[in-house]
């Protein structure tokens, strides 16, 4: 299966993740704690999976495709344009398996694509999205951080490629995948020991 390779190293993704000063202060005065045994504070790299649609688009004398990415946890959109640094093959543990249905993840693309090409300023031809030419899962990495909240574990994402620093829909595509494969493996165990 296709994948992105990390491309920030984990110093550079350490310093631009971790939680500042006043965040540690108020984490570590607190009177609940996270267990010892949890480890914290942690940082390592998740690939979360996407789907890629190349979507053949036509201009009045023109037509080309552009690649709509939609991430599998979240429902996130993107234009993606990293083909060139495409890895075949798994990438190492852990990487999560798809969390959305094909077809869903299809719509978000098509959608997101015409609202994108809608509100692009100053290009009086428009190209119009036709037909889905291609699809792809591929992984894509993150770095994150976990770290004692305040008597909770709380996480930071940081995009492993770009080195952007992650928002909500990062956090939330990160978070759902953990409770999927989490949710997964209690039915595994249910569905062995119901035997």
């Known amino acids: 299966m296709p994948h992105l390779e990390p491309r920030v190293p984990e110093a550079v993704a ?11 202060a108020t984490a570590f005065l607190s009177f609940r704690r996270v267990a010892s045994s949890a480890k914290l504070p942690k940082l390592e790299v ?18 080309r495709e552009i690649t709509a990415c939609v991430d599998s946890h979240s429902g996130g959109f993107t234009v993606f344009e990293m083909d060139k640094w495409l890895v075949e093959g798994d990438p190492p543990e852990p990487f999560f398996a798809q969390g959305m249905p094909l077809e869903e993840a299809e719509r978000i693309a098509r959608r997101e694509l015409l609202s994108f090409i809608l509100r692009q300023r100053g290009i009086l031809a428009k190209p119009e999205p036709r037909e889905t030419v291609r699809i792809r899962l591929i992984h894509h990495p993150y770095w994150v951080y976990y770290f004692d909240g305040g008597g909770y574990v709380d996480i930071r994402v940081l995009d492993a490629v770009t080195g952007e620093r992650g928002g909500g829909k990062a956090k939330r595509a990160v978070l759902n995948a953990f409770a ?16």
């Open 14 to 24: 350490a310093a631009k993740i971790r939680p500042g000063l006043i965040r540690r």
């Open 46 to 63: 998740v690939w979360l999976p996407r789907h890629l649609f190349g979507i053949r688009c036509v201009l009045p004398k023109d037509e």
């Open 180 to 195: 999927r494969k989490a949710e997964e493996s209690t039915h595994q165990e249910i569905g062995v020991s119901g035997q």
